[in-house]
């Protein structure tokens, strides 16, 4: 494909997805026939509603008295001066209720139900993030909830399945196959095939069928807007990068939305794992090929008959097999660079962020932050804005086990801060 720089990209968003749903040959909708109405009837509505002055002020009131937005933007002076002369800026989605990006497009999807007339909100959820989101969504606009959930991650992940219920969520197992995300995807698209005259399907991802990538995109651009306003007023400048991790990649395409127009180099951030081998990692985009999953095409780790491969990530939310259409895009023509991070350097920079700045980030974020600061060693001068998509209380229980307080991780640097 024919490669971009920043300059290709005024006017961008409101230029891709096509009308079919394309960021070039990625993306589309792949359906089957008795789904394609209902997806066009979210199509439609979205078209019209998103323009509406209306459904934009009700939407920015919700961000600003409910969700705590504008989220700020945090200089990290201590914690840059210990790597050299970059400086580190953090976008800080942590202090977004409930602790991450996810409710930026679960509000905006519980909204457009609210508009569409509909009385439910049907998801599947992996980890239980996206499920918490969009509970958390239904109970503020008194929608019902039913979400579909592999019942061997109900097992896994039992808090956040009490704090679903909590919220007044109907948790549904999903007890065939694997018992995992992929089954509860399928469960979930059967429920909305019966119910969509009055339930909405709500996905956690710019992934789907088309268009959920340009919705949820639509959604999360506001983290990548704030970002660049607030750092220009910081600093009188752009950042020289920017960064975020990608697991299905809707925190770093609100936050790439934001700049991709503007002369900064964009870093997506794909968790490498264990290693390079098939199932110790979910690097779609450096190992994966061309393929469908979910009804859309992208990058996909798949076998040689086209069936997803086993991923593996010490973060629970960026293991998924396939990407965004939109970054299968971006990464061919070149205007955004992914690079890898795996479990031991993310879980490296999850510690130094705690021990030096007083932040304890998700471990998914701490991708994104671990290669910030690989950047800030690797580079004399400028700066880079990572988006901190969510905060480690998720995890702290988890990480203790397996790796204490973390001194193995920070002893050496402690030496040198002396
Ligand atoms: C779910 C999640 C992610 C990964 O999802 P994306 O769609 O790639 O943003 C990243 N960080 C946190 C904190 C999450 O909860």
Same mark, same amino acid.
Request: hydrophobic share 35%; net charge negative.
């Given at each position: 494909m024919e490669k971009k720089?920043?300059?290709?990209?005024?006017?961008?968003?409101?230029?891709?997805?096509?009308?079919n749903g394309y960021f070039g040959e990625y993306g589309g909708q792949f359906?089957?026939?008795?789904?394609?109405?209902?997806?066009?009837?979210?199509?439609?509505? @979205? &078209? &019209?509603? *998103?323009?509406?002055? $209306?459904?934009?002020?009700?939407?920015?009131?919700?961000?600003? &008295?409910f969700q705590g937005r504008p989220t700020p933007v945090y200089h990290c002076e201590r914690l840059s001066r210990m790597l050299g002369?970059? $400086?580190? @800026?953090?976008?800080?989605?942590?202090?977004? =209720?409930?602790?991450a990006h996810k409710l930026n497009h679960c509000m905006g999807e519980g909204l457009l139900a609210k508009y569409m007339g509909k009385k439910k909100i049907i998801a599947e959820t992996g980890a239980g993030q996206h499920g918490v989101a969009l509970a958390t969504a239904a109970a503020y606009f008194g929608l019902e909830c039913d979400i579909y959930m592999g019942e061997v991650d109900i097992a896994k992940q039992h808090p956040n399945v009490i704090r679903m219920k909590m919220l007044g969520a109907r948790v549904i197992p999903v007890t065939h196959g694997l018992k995992t995300l992929k089954e509860a995807v399928d469960a979930a698209f059967d429920a909305y095939l019966k119910e969509y005259k009055d339930a909405i399907y709500c996905i956690g991802s710019v992934v789907g069928p088309h268009p959920f990538p340009k919705i949820v995109r639509d959604f999360q651009s506001v983290v990548g807007f704030e970002a660049r306003e607030q750092f220009l007023e910081m600093t009188g400048i752009l950042p020289d990068a920017v960064t975020a991790c990608v697991g299905g990649g809707s925190n770093s395409m609100g936050m790439? %939305?934001?700049?991709?127009?503007?002369?900064?180099?964009?870093?997506?951030?794909?968790?490498?794992?264990?290693?390079?081998?098939?199932?110790? =990692? %979910?690097?779609?985009?450096?190992y994966g090929k061309k393929g469908i999953l979910h009804g859309f095409e992208s990058y996909l780790l798949q076998d040689e008959n086209g069936e997803p491969l086993p991923v593996y990530s010490i973060a629970s939310g960026l293991d998924y097999p396939s990407v965004g259409p939109e970054h299968a895009y971006l990464h061919d023509c070149g205007r955004v660079n992914y690079v890898s991070v795996d479990d031991e350097e993310a879980m490296k920079a999850f510690f130094m962020l705690s021990r030096y700045e007083g932040i304890i980030p998700?471990?998914?974020?701490? =991708? %994104?932050?671990a @290669?910030?600061?690989?950047?800030?060693?690797? =580079?004399?001068?400028?700066?880079?804005?990572? *988006?901190?998509?969510?905060?480690?209380?998720?995890?702290?229980?988890?990480?203790y086990e397996k790796y204490g307080t973390g001194e193995c991780f920070i002893s050496d640097l402690q030496k040198s801060d002396k």
């Open positions: 720089t920043y300059k290709d990209f005024d006017n961008y968003l409101k230029r891709y997805p096509d009308k359906l089957p026939p008795e789904l394609i109405p209902a997806f066009k009837e979210i199509d439609d509505a @979205y &078209e &019209e509603i *998103c323009h509406s002055s $209306q459904f934009i002020s009700e939407l920015r009131r919700i961000r600003k &008295e002369k970059v $400086q580190i @800026y953090l976008k800080r989605e942590d202090l977004n =209720h409930t602790g790439f %939305a934001g700049f991709l127009s503007d002369p900064v180099d964009i870093y997506g951030v794909e968790p490498l794992g264990r290693g390079s081998a098939i199932g110790d =990692h %979910a690097a779609s985009l450096a998700a471990i998914e974020s701490s =991708h %994104a932050l @290669y910030a600061m690989r950047y800030a060693k690797e =580079h004399d001068t400028g700066s880079i804005l990572v *988006c901190l998509s969510g905060r480690g209380d998720k995890d702290i229980d988890y990480v």
